[in-house]
């Protein structure tokens, strides 16, 4: 396996009117092609920071991120984000909303009109709207509307995936299949995944490997050697994934105690 993203010694500062505020100090991570990367961590401890310099929304104060070994100087259409408030165009229909991405796509001169079509049909397929092609998001529930967005990620065929809580809105029920899906397409589609989530239980069931976030920093990396496809019933009181759960949480509630501490020691 080759490195797919490197970050590299990244330092990132919040520069405001009258103060500075860092938010990210010394981050190192590689991420090797394929892997699918979950990042963990209490709100407020940096994640999206650094998804967005992952992105190139964000300049780092110091530090570089490279992806295939070539430095990263803006957002590009090698990378498709997906957020957790959809971000959807209202104005256009799920089909439009998926041809945005197609269309920007640094892959669509391979294809002829007629195959860009199929091939945003099959992705909008693949997320099991076809029903719903010619709606407005308007007319979507939270859950349908994700899949589009997941859908217009698809269109781009990058092979970066960048996902900051994308399920975080949705209810439990649908959370899971959403996870199935975006666990199912990223194998399929051979993506590399940064992926962010506060919840223990979706990094286990998504991830290659967790990156355990505490404030401004990364506190440890572990990996999750289960086999996929991961059903949530199968695995919960297996002893691997408890063990597995069982040291996430561990790392995990150990930062949020210190961020309490550290509130009301203020
Ligand atoms: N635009 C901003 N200006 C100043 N501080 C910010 C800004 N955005 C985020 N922060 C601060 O940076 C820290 C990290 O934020 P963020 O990366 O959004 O955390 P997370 O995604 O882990 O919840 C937080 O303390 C947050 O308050
Ligand atoms: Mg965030």
Redesign the pocket.
């Known amino acids: 396996m080759s490195k797919k993203i490197e970050i590299k010694n990244i330092y990132f500062d919040?520069v405001?009117k009258n103060k500075t505020?860092g938010?990210l100090e010394d981050i190192n991570l590689d991420v090797e092609e394929g892997e699918f990367i979950c990042i963990l961590?209490?709100?407020?401890?940096?994640?999206?920071?650094?998804?967005?310099i992952l992105n190139g929304l964000n300049k780092p104060k110091s530090g570089e991120i490279l992806i295939d070994g070539k430095r990263v100087v803006g957002s590009g259409a090698d990378r498709a984000v997906v957020f957790q408030n959809y971000s959807l165009f209202p104005f256009l229909t799920v089909k439009e909303n998926v041809m945005f991405g197609a269309k920007k796509s640094l892959k669509r001169k391979e294809f002829s009109k007629e195959e860009r079509i199929r091939r945003v049909n099959s992705y909008i397929e693949a997320v099991g709207l076809l029903e719903a092609v010619d709606k407005y998001p308007f007319e979507l529930s939270g859950g349908m509307q994700q899949r589009v967005a997941i859908a217009r990620a698809l269109a781009l065929e990058s092979d970066i995936l960048l996902l900051?809580?994308p399920f975080s809105a949705i209810d439990p029920k649908l959370r899971l299949e959403l996870q199935e899906l975006i666990s199912e397409l990223s194998k399929k589609h051979k993506k590399t995944v940064v992926f962010?989530t506060h919840d223990i239980d979706e990094a286990i069931l998504l991830a290659d490997r967790v990156v355990v976030?505490e404030?401004k920093h990364i506190k440890q990396t572990i990996n999750i050697n289960l086999p996929y496809p991961r059903v949530r019933e199968e695995l919960v009181g297996k002893p691997l994934f408890e063990s597995i759960h069982r040291k996430l949480i561990s790392s995990f509630y150990e930062n949020i105690e210190e961020n309490i501490y550290e509130e009301v020691s203020l």
């Open positions: 919040y405001g505020f938010a961590g209490s709100s407020g401890c940096g994640k999206s920071t650094l998804l967005s900051d809580e962010i976030m404030p």
